[in-house]
């Protein structure tokens, strides 16, 4: 069946950097978009970032845009999500999802599949 394992969340200060990694197993990863998706205590869970199946096009949420960086490699089936100049408001925990529509950048909970179990980020101001 279709697994995909968050790792790299813990607790770091505001400033810092956390490297997030999504590792996919289940499916020809290759042909499927993936998603970040963050949801914090209290909140409605939201997109954080976006890459296309082959990971030339990607999206991000106005919030994290110049901080964030998400990329894939598809020969190791996973997916990852670089977070530089952390603040407290990501505080959050953090779901990778893939899309089955194999054309899309999903930034909208709809578009995704699969999910995983999701890691928790904690930034310290």
């Known amino acids: 069946q279709v697994q995909l394992v968050e790792s790299g969340g813990g607790s770091v200060q505001a400033g810092g950097s956390l490297r997030l990694s999504c590792a996919a197993s289940?499916?020809?990863?290759?042909?499927?978009?993936m998603g970040w998706f963050r949801q914090a205590p209290g909140k409605e869970r939201e997109s954080v970032a976006a890459?296309?199946?082959?990971?030339?096009?990607?999206a991000y949420a106005d919030s994290v845009k110049g901080r964030f960086t998400i990329s894939r490699d598809n020969a190791k089936n996973a997916v990852y999500l670089q977070m530089n100049s952390l603040k407290p408001e990501d505080t959050a925990v953090y779901y990778c999802?893939?899309?089955?529509?194999?054309?899309?950048?999903?930034?909208?909970?709809?578009?995704?599949?699969?999910w995983g179990q999701g890691t928790q980020v904690t930034v310290s101001s």
């Open positions: 999802a893939a899309s089955g529509s194999r054309y899309s950048i999903p930034t909208k909970e709809y578009e995704c599949d699969f």
């Open positions: 289940g499916l020809t990863f290759s042909n499927y978009p």
């Open positions: 890459i296309s199946w082959s990971g030339s096009n990607t």
